[in-house]
T-cell receptor, first 110, second 115 residues
Framework: QKEVEQNSGPLSVPEGAIASLNCTYS??????FFWYRQYSGKSPELIMS????GDKEDGRFTAQLNKASQYVSLLIRDSQPSDSATYLC??????????FGKGTKLSVKP | ETGVTQTPRHLVMGMTNKKSLKCEQH?????MYWYKQSAKKPLELMFV???????ENNSVPSRFSPECPNSSHLFLHLHTLQPEDSALYLC??????????????FGPGTRLTVL
């Protein structure tokens, strides 16, 4: 089982819709979770971090964490074409190292 | 602009060349990281330095040699690379490497092509 799993996509949503990106992880003791956005040819850019069960909202982005199910998700409301990118889920091990998923490619169609 | 810079941004080298990648962070962080990103693979952690001490070597071949002279600078020395080493090499930094709540910030990366 991979440590961090994401559906590679592509996930295609129309402009204005909600995009839902999902991630599961295998290490039960993980405490810190991150979503990065990576545009083609660019480096990862931090969008959200979440540490506690429940929802965390920042503008159009909402991260959701369920440690019992080992599941973390990212919702993007009112999706824009500029949101088209690959979204990387990252889980921090207890010693502080990040483990990344392969990423989900999101395409927002005008 | 994340406060982490990398040079060069692009590098083409032959298998017999020796080159170095440079990373500098202006965030006052104490931990620095090298990652490799290949097509269709997750980001792979290569090395971790915490307060200038190497704390992680993720089974990286010896043709990659890191150097961390101080908390702000990190180098990756390359020699006798193989074509399969062609990838995007990313540097990141965080406040510390051994605390679970740290957030890592990435530099723009060096796109390496080995001929």
């Amino acid at each position: 089982q991979k440590e961090v799993e994401q559906n590679s996509g592509p996930l295609s949503v129309p402009e204005g819709a909600i995009a839902s990106l999902n991630c599961t992880y295998s290490d039960r003791v993980s405490q810190s979770f991150f979503w990065y956005r990576q545009y083609s040819g660019k480096s990862p850019e931090l969008i959200m971090s979440i540490y506690s069960n429940g929802d965390k909202e920042d503008g159009r982005f909402t991260a959701q964490l369920n440690k019992a199910s080992q599941y973390v998700s990212l919702l993007i409301r009112d999706s824009q074409p500029s949101d088209s990118a690959t979204y990387l889920c990252a889980v921090m091990r207890s010693q502080g190292n990040l483990i990344f998923g392969k990423g989900t490619k999101l395409s927002v169609k005008p | 602009e994340t406060g982490v810079t990398q040079t060069p941004r692009h590098l083409v080298m032959g298998m017999t060349n020796k080159k170095s990648l440079k990373c500098e962070q202006h965030l006052g962080h104490n931990a620095m990281y090298w990652y490799k990103q290949s097509a269709k693979k997750p980001l792979e952690l290569m090395f971790v330095y915490n307060f200038k001490e190497q704390t992680e070597n993720n089974s990286v071949p010896s043709r990659f040699s890191p150097e961390c002279p101080n908390s702000s600078h990190l180098f990756l020395h390359l020699h006798t690379l193989q074509p399969e080493d062609s990838a995007l090499y990313l540097c990141a930094s965080s406040q510390e490497a051994d605390r679970g709540l740290n957030t890592q910030y990435f530099g723009p990366g060096t796109r390496l092509t080995v001929l």
